[in-house]
């Protein structure tokens, strides 16, 4: 089976000229930044928002508070730090913490760090709420020990009590693939990720990618 793209299918992850970062280049055919999208004019969407970040709403600020992050303290600040720059060009005052479970003593050191820079915390486990997984249908066999209580994850619930705390930033910590999902759709406020879980490299998914011609060969391999 052929597995020759469509130009209509190229996207950026197909391209190596990269043009849209330092425009030194030319846009290739197939280019995201020039090519309409199922009528939506590209130009119009580039317009539209640009217009809204050169104002002074919530986005704006946002946008321009971690453009100054990332420009000023380029290759500098830790990530741990960086949240804590961007929380304080924000405005934020108080940081909500949703925690994994297996990840609840690293979310004490960055809570002990917040309180260190003068920010206010709040922080909930995943586990909250102590609900048996199978309470919502996932069956005994797939817990990680069958035959127990074992609670499931509750980003939902994370998020709520992070909402009624009015937190007015959240900052993921660890929360599984697809928990962490539900948190930010729940969340009112914005959301930002110190740390992605990933149990087999120690929380550096990227590793997988690294390694992805050499230890993890499998991850190129065709599913069956
Ligand atoms: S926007 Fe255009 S230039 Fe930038 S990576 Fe995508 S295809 Fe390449």
């Not at 934020?92 to 003068?118: D, M, V």
């Not at 994370?158 to 930010?184: E, K, M, P």
Request: some cysteine; aromatic content about 6%; overall charge neutral.
């Amino acid at each position: 089976m052929s597995t020759k793209k469509t130009l209509d299918q190229l996207s950026c992850t197909d391209c190596s000229v990269y043009n849209c970062r330092s425009r030194s280049s030319r846009f290739p055919g197939f280019c995201l930044t020039t090519k309409d999208n199922d009528g939506h004019a590209i130009a119009q969407d580039i317009e539209d928002i640009k217009q809204q970040l050169q104002g002074d709403d919530k986005d704006a600020i946002v946008a321009r508070a971690s453009a100054e992050v990332e420009g000023i303290f380029y290759g500098k600040l830790t990530r741990v730090e960086e949240i804590i720059e961007f929380a304080k060009r924000i405005g934020a005052k108080k940081i909500g913490i949703a925690t994994c479970a297996g990840l609840i003593e690293e979310a004490k050191i960055f809570a002990e760090i917040l309180t260190a820079k003068g920010l206010e915390y709040y922080s909930v486990i995943c586990k909250v709420g102590s609900v048996d997984k199978t309470e919502i249908g996932v069956p005994e066999e797939h817990k990680i020990r069958p035959g127990g209580h074992e609670s499931m994850c509750n980003p939902i619930l994370q998020a709520r009590i992070l909402n009624y705390h009015q937190t007015d930033l959240n900052v993921v910590v660890g929360l599984c693939a697809g928990h962490d999902s539900l948190f930010i759709k729940y969340s009112d406020a914005l959301v930002t990720t110190l740390i992605t879980k990933d149990r087999v490299t120690g929380h550096n998914p990227a590793a997988a990618l690294y390694t992805a011609h050499s230890y993890y060969k499998r991850l190129l391999q065709p599913t069956k």
